[in-house]
């Protein structure tokens, strides 16, 4: 009889917490729309292009991306404002450091981001990795046009280390000096 109890027990506490989470999966909907809304009204320069719900920082509750694309600079201008949920707070809150990425590519199973703006004349990027519960920038590069010979300089902040490359310039970094799903 014990046994039938426990089992019983289980299968109601299991049932109320995939209830309470489908609460919070529309809570977090509401909560995001209401984020996108004041988004699109407060910027009078541009609108969103796409919103997405992802766990940015592991802890099981989606985070909110919005993602539009920004009007100036002579590269691809693809950015994004970042929402981590604060479950102190049980709201939305802004985070600076994730929402000043440009040209983010988010690699959620590796717990690794990549960013970069190229334009005209150089640009820059870096990769950030999740560890011990932060996002650290473990990559940086920078590349200025040189018609001659174009230099990609490699920076690991982490182990002290620069690397330097000659490669051709181009807008999107190549493959071997920064991954990215961004395309022309």
Known sequence: MKTLTFIFSLIILMSCNSQSKKIDEVILKTKS????KAFNAESQITSSDYDSLIDLNYDNVKDFVIGYYGLSGT??????QVYLYDLKKNNYVLNNQLSELRNPSFYIAQKKITEFYI???????????????KWIVTKMFE????EIKTVWKITYPREKKTEY???????????DILETTVKE
């Not at 729309?33 to 996108?36: A, T």
């Not at 590269?75 to 994004?80: D, E, F, R, S």
């Not at 590349?143 to 040189?146: F, H, I, K």
Request: hydrophobic fraction near 30%.
């Open 33 to 36: 729309q209401k984020l996108l």
């Open 75 to 80: 590269g691809i201008k693809n950015l994004v």
């Open 119 to 133: 334009g005209n004349g150089g640009g820059s990027g870096s990769q950030l990795e999740w560890i011990n519960g």
């Open 143 to 146: 590349v200025d046009y040189n």
């Open 165 to 175: 490359f000659a490669k051709p310039y181009q807008m999107i970094p190549p493959k």
